[in-house]
């Protein structure tokens, strides 16, 4: 099975500071990768997927981006960060196909004050 | 792809108690993948049903499909404490390659 890491656990930061949230996956290669983010008591909100390193697809407009360098290394970033932008962050990995399971990471709590 | 609903979005229960919970969903299905999330962490994957199967099993979870409703059910037999979590469906078309999850229900056991 894979193994997703992702950090930091825990961030903090000002409103219009940068953001960079890492995700990188153990245990497989050439794997689809997914940035969701979770409002509190809230379902899961998927930002963007990726098939392939340089592959991007947005789900929604948003004031995030989000990069894959490598195969197994899934970047979420921002310029400035807004208020709305506080949430918990999950990273997901899968094979691909339909009815493959998808891995989660342990995710990322940004708070933006 | 499309979003299962969860149904209801919370549900409290003694301890030894059967918690049922649902998902409905619109368009059809190649199969359905029920996660659980505690508190806090990622979602685990539980259980996955294919578009032709009615009913599985796994350890004290049992699932159920019927297409002709769009709606599927999860099972807990014999709750215990450590069940409390959210448990959210995925209706996976086979389209895409995503997975879209709705708002969960809320499990609680009570000890």
């Known amino acids: 099975s894979q193994t997703i890491h992702q950090w930091p656990a825990t961030l903090v930061q000002p409103v219009g500071s940068p953001l960079s949230l890492e995700c990188t996956v153990e245990?497989?290669?050439?794997?689809?990768l997914y940035w969701y983010r979770q409002a509190a008591g809230r379902g899961l909100q998927l930002l963007f997927y990726?098939?392939?390193?340089?592959?991007i697809s947005s789900e929604v407009p948003q004031n995030l981006s989000a990069s894959r360098p490598q195969d197994r290394q899934f970047i979420l970033s921002s310029k400035k960060l807004l208020l709305s932008d506080s949430g918990f962050y999950l990273c997901?990995?899968?094979?691909?196909?339909?009815?493959?399971?998808?891995?989660f990471g342990p995710g990322t709590r940004l708070l933006v004050l | 792809s499309q979003q299962g609903e969860e149904d209801p979005q919370a549900l409290s229960i003694q301890e030894g108690e059967n918690a049922t919970m649902n998902c409905s969903y619109k368009?059809?299905?190649?199969?359905l993948q029920w996660y659980r999330q505690n508190s806090g962490r990622g979602l685990v994957h539980l259980i996955l049903?294919?578009?032709?199967?009615r009913e599985k099993h796994s350890g004290r979870l049992r699932v159920t499909l019927d297409t002709s409703k769009k709606s599927s059910s999860l099972l807990i037999t014999a709750s215990r404490a450590a069940d409390t979590a959210s448990y959210f469906c995925?209706?996976?078309?086979?389209?895409?390659?995503?997975?879209?999850f709705g708002t969960g229900t809320l499990l609680a056991v009570q000890p």
């Open positions: 997901a990995s899968t094979q691909g196909q339909s009815g493959e399971t998808q891995y």
């Open positions: 245990g497989t290669s050439n794997p689809n």
């Open positions: 990726s098939v392939g390193i340089g592959q």
């Open positions: 368009t059809s299905i190649n199969n």
């Open positions: 049903i294919r578009s032709n199967e």
């Open positions: 995925a209706p996976d078309g086979g389209a895409t390659n995503k997975l879209i």
